[in-house]
Structures are given as C-alpha cells and as structure tokens.
C-alpha cells in the first residue's frame, strides 16, 4: 500500500486545488449578455460569413493544411527516436546506427521548420488579404449609411470595429484556425503514437485528462469575462479619444484639461485593469495546466520506473528505458496543444464575438436607399417645389411643419429666421441627406424620392454651414477626386470665387498643405475654398447654408461679391444671416419654429412694418448703425 501514498499525495492536493476552482466558477458573477461578448448571431452564420471572405483563398488553405499535416510529423516521430537513441546508449552501441537516428531526427526537425515558416508566411499573406477586403467592405459599407445612421454611432465605435476587431478576426485567419486544426491533429498522432508504444502508460496519462477538461471549462468562464472587459474599455477609450482629440480645442480654451486628463486617466486605469485581469487569469491558467504536466510526469517516472523494475507485463508490452524517455517527450507533445487548444479557443470566441461586431455593423440597412424604378436625372432645369412637408429628427418632435414654396427655375431664393427655425433643415431635404416624413418635395415635378440619390447630388452643389477640409492639398480638396480637371479651370473657379486672392499668396498655390480639418486656414478662406469646390463640380442647383461665424469684413466683401456672382448660375437656395447678402434674392422666406411666416422679395417684406423680417432688418440696421458709429 505503501508505494502508492506519492500517488495518492499527487492526486490529493490536484483534488483540492479542483475544489477551489470549482467553488471560485461557482460564486463567480458573469454577466452574460453584456455588450462585448453578447451574441445573436449564431456561430453558424458568423462562420459562413467569414468563409465567404475566405473562399478566393480556398486553395491555398489546402496548401497549407498539407504543410500543417507534414509539419506534425517531427511532434510524433522525434520522442519515439530520442527514446531509441537512448536505449541504445547504455549498451555498446553501434555508431553508424545512431548517425542513422541523428540524422533522421535533424531531417524531420529541418522539415518541420521549414514547414512552419512557410506556413505562417503563406498564411500572413492571404490573412492579411482577407482582412484588408473585409476593412474595405466595411468603410464602403459605413459610407452608405445616412447622415440620420451616422448620427447614431460614435465615431470612436466605427474606428474600433474597423481597426481592433478586424484584427482580431485577422489573428483568428492567420493563426488560430491553423492551430486548432494542427493541435488537434498532435493530439490525436501522440496518441495513437502512445497507445502503440505502451498502453499501461497511455492509460495513466490519460487520468490526468478530466482534470485539465475541468480547468479548461473553468478557465474559460474567467477569460471570456477578461476578454469581454478588454474589448469593452477599448471601444470606450477609442470614442472618448476620437471625441475628445475633435474637441480639445474646446477643452483648452475652456481650461478644461485636468478635468479631461481625470476621464481619460479614469478609462485608461479601466482598461489597464482590465488586460490586467485578462493577464491574471492566463497566469493562473497556464501553472496549473504545468503543474498537471508536472504531476504527470513525475508518475510516469515512478510508475514506469517501477514497472521497468518490476518488469511488469501488460497487454503483452513490458516496459524499458526508452519508453519512458519517449512517454517523458510525449506528455510534453500531449500537454502543449492541450493547453494551446483552451486558449485559442477562447481568442477563436473573441474573433467570434469581433466577427458578429463588424457584421451588426455591415447588416445595418442603409437608411436611404434608391426606388426600385428610380430614374437618373439627366438635366436639371432646377424648379423646386415643397408641397406640406412635415419633418422630424426625434419621432413626433416636428422640427418643419407643413412647408410649402415655389422655387422657379434659375431664382435665388433665400431663407431667414431664427436659429434653430429649420433653415438648414429644409436644405438637407432638398438632397435628401435626410428623409422627410410626410409632403413632397419636387425637382422639376418630379418627387426626388423617385430619383436616383447619386444622380440627384450629382446636380446639386452643397454647400455646408461648417465647411470641411480634408487633410490633402488645396488642389484635392477642390476637386475631391474629380478627375480630367487642369489646374487652369480649377484657378478659374477660384477666381470666380474670389478665392484665387489669397491661394495666389501662398507659397505652393494650389498645392499649399491642407491640415487636417483645414485648420491651418480661416473661416472666410474655408469658406471660399467650399465654393470652389462647389463651381468646379458644375452644379444645376446651388445650396449655401452661411456659415455664422464672424468673418474679417475684407473676406466679407470677397464672399458678398461671388455669392452674387454664384447667384447668375443657376438655382440658388441659400440660408444668410447678414440680410445684406440677400437683398437681391427673387423670394426670401421667413421661417419661425419650422413654419414659413412670411415670403417676398426684400421691398415686398419690408412693407410691412408688424413682419418678422422688418423686424429683423431692422435689428441688424441699427446693430451696424452702433458698429460705424
Ligand atoms: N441631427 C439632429 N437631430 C435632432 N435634432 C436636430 C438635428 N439637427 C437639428 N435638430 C433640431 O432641429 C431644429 C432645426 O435645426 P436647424 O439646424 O434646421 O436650424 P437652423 O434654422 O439651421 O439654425 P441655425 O441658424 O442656428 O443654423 C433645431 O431645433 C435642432 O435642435
Ligand atoms: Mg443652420
């Protein structure tokens, strides 16, 4: 009885730490439905999805499938010759015979690698493939989306799933998928492998099996929540950054830094914690998995020292020195995939739960999308009409109530009224930016919802209250990839927009560097800069939402002049808040809590002295009256 308490010491304290393990998963609070692991889609789905991504690469996933099976060949045949070479070494052994085996062992290991390194290059490659065709249809699919869809998600959020989670998915094509597969392959050839050397020993080996199942389960309990909190501060941290950098400006100017150094360090400790976590439960995972293997070995040693001794007989095999030098390799070459096999079974979820993230995103219905007999719009002759158009971001909050105009072809028609009256409102309708709820909106007298919406923009020139430049060149941001332009016609443009004055002083022109956001010029310049931008494309329909913030009174005359001069192209609807701009406009709507209260030409409105825009003009004359004295 004796010679077995080192065994039954072994299985005793392996016993205990089980229990503690158990009791931990038992008392352990998981969360399962909370964002970062939460699924829906069923793993079915999001791996058929992903084959599809994979499947131009078909054959080369073959190629290497081969490799991986070569490849495994030196896990399963190096213990059985290390344990011959030496059994051969206590004797007087033949030398030709083991330069025999050295060089068969140096001939598999040669294989092996070279099978490796072509493995993981073959796979770097088309992975990385996959994943740049999988980021691309996502941005493309992210350009769909309505400014209504936009508004929706942060930013920061969008940048997450197509930088980090694509990675992840990426991790899971290039290695995991590889290595599960290889992993179990190892398992199996050890083995069978084990089985044909010696059963007895195979079979103890074999009962330290449900111990590793049993941490494995409990290990993935910890890690999927370890996983799940990375994943969530990471996305945190990414929209609070991509926000904040926007913003920091803001926050300087308002002296706000400490405040925002506070929330950041406060997201970055989170997230700190929470890789810590995901480091801790590895931590412990993985000396527990060696300890087991350990364990493991040590009875091989006793058991198989003692059977050697013993010469014990089972199933006809007896066992000598080489068995258990080759079993000794072997639970090495067992316990590794094992361990590996957890693991990558939780990053392969992680991938899982990446995939499902990019998918929710690429599965979000474009909000507005083409008529199925919608038609493309050849010429514009630029009528507009709004027939009792209702309108509303928020469900039930009208921000436009039943507005009704008649824009004639080529007039200028100009919006006034209160901030916040619906003016820009009603310009996003016009290209559909937005859709309305209730009314109709004619181009021509045809309803634009029966228009193709690329075909629409394609006539209309927007020009947006804030004016976005691209980091890029003035030249880019000008054309913004309209091509077959000479730079002649686009300093033309710039000329009738008065913008050529000072492009004409900088120092590179038109390749003067824009920086991000066009923050190295001023607003009026900006401002210019979008009507460039606009002239070039050739617009039927021309849409200006001034900009409000205060311009030096030189850019001002500049913009004064080419608005008028914008205003003999076509249709123009533009929204001034210097009524100045407007007084030549052929109608001026005055708006007030998204209705039209007034309309009429500048003499027309200022006849009645109880309007709203007498009582506006009135307002900014006397504003400048006290400005000039
Ligand atoms: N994306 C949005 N989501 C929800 N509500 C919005 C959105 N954009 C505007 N609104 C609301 O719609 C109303 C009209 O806004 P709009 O931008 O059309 O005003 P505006 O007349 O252009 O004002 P301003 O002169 O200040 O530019 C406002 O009350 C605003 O709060
Ligand atoms: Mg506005």
Not at 140 to 151: A, D, K, R, V
Not at 227 to 236: E, Y
Not at 534 to 539: D, L
Request: net charge neutral.
């Amino acid at each position: 009885m004796r010679e077995y308490y080192p065994l039954l010491l072994g299985g005793g304290i392996i016993g205990l730490i089980s229990i503690v393990l158990i009791l931990a998963y038992a008392f352990m609070k998981d969360k399962k439905q909370a964002i970062g692991f939460d699924r829906h889609m069923k793993d079915g789905e999001i791996i058929r999805r992903l084959l599809r991504y994979a499947k131009p690469y078909t054959g080369w996933f073959v190629l290497v499938g081969f490799i991986v099976i070569v490849g495994i060949a030196y896990d399963i045949i190096s213990p059985y010759i290390v344990g011959r070479v030496t059994a051969m070494l206590d004797k007087d052994f033949p030398l030709s015979r083991l330069f025999t085996l050295v060089a068969a062992y140096a001939g598999i290991l040669v294989v092996s690698m070279v099978c490796t390194y072509a493995q993981a290059i073959i796979l770097q490659r088309i992975g990385q493939k996959i994943i740049s065709n999988m980021r691309l249809d996502l941005f493309t699919h992210i350009e769909s989306l309505s400014h209504e869809q936009m508004n929706t998600i942060p930013v920061g959020k969008l940048v997450t799933r197509v930088t980090n989670d694509t990675n992840a998915i990426s991790l899971m094509f290039t290695s995991l998928l590889v290595n599960l597969v290889k992993n179990i392959f190892i398992i199996v050839g050890v083995l069978c492998a084990m089985l044909a050397l010696n059963i007895e020993l195979t079979l103890m080996v074999l009962c330290f099996v449900p111990f590793i199942v049993l941490f494995t389960v409990i290990f993935r309990k910890f890690v999927r929540r370890a996983f799940r909190r990375v994943k969530d501060r990471t996305t945190d941290i990414n929209t609070y950054l991509s926000e904040n950098l926007s913003g920091i400006k803001i926050t300087q100017i308002f002296n706000r830094e400490a405040a925002k150094q506070r929330d950041f360090a406060e997201k970055s400790r989170g997230l700190g914690k929470a890789k810590r976590e995901q480091i801790l439960v590895f931590g412990i995972f993985r000396p527990l998995v060696y300890m087991l293997y350990i364990s493991t070995v040590l009875a091989l040693f006793y058991v198989g020292g003692k059977g050697y001794l013993d010469g014990t007989v089972f199933l006809g095999q007896m066992i000598d020195a080489a068995t258990v030098v080759s079993f000794y390799m072997y639970i090495n070459k067992f316990f590794n995939p094992i361990q590996n096999l957890a693991e990558q079974f939780n990053w392969l979820q992680s991938a899982f739960a990446s995939a499902e993230k990019v998918f929710s995103i690429m599965d979000i219905e474009p909000a507005l999308c083409d008529a199925e007999d919608a038609i493309e719009l050849e010429n514009v002759r630029g009528e507009i009409e709004f027939r009792d158009v209702w309108f509303s971001y928020i469900p039930d909050e009208w921000v436009l109530k039943g507005v009704s105009f008649h824009v004639k072809p080529g007039d200028t028609v100009a919006f006034v009224g209160a901030t916040g009256s619906g003016k820009t409102t009603i310009l996003s309708l016009i290209c559909r930016n937005y859709e309305f709820q209730k009314g109709e909106i004619l181009i021509d007298g045809i309803d634009i919802r029966r228009i193709k919406i690329a075909s629409l923009r394609k006539h209309f020139g927007q020009m947006l209250q804030d004016v976005f430049l691209f980091s890029g060149t003035i030249r880019s941001n000008i054309l913004l990839d309209l091509e077959g332009v000479s730079d002649d016609e686009v300093m033309e443009a710039c000329r009738y927009v008065n913008a050529d004055h000072f492009i004409n002083r900088l120092e590179d022109g038109l390749d003067e560097v824009v920086r991000e956001r066009g923050n190295n010029f001023s607003a009026g310049q900006r401002q210019l800069l979008s009507f460039a931008r606009t002239i070039i494309h050739k617009p039927e329909v021309m849409i200006l939402d001034e900009a409000t913030a205060n311009i030096d009174t030189e850019t001002e005359v500049l913009i004064q002049d080419s608005l008028e001069r914008m205003m003999n192209i076509g249709t123009m609807l533009i929204v001034a808040h210097r009524l100045s701009t407007i007084q030549h406009a052929d109608n001026i709507i005055v708006l007030s809590k998204g209705e039209i209260v007034e309309q009429g030409t500048h003499q027309e409105l200022l006849k009645n002295p109880e309007g709203k825009y007498h009582a506006l003009y009135m307002l900014q004359f006397e504003k400048e009256r006290q400005l000039k004295g």
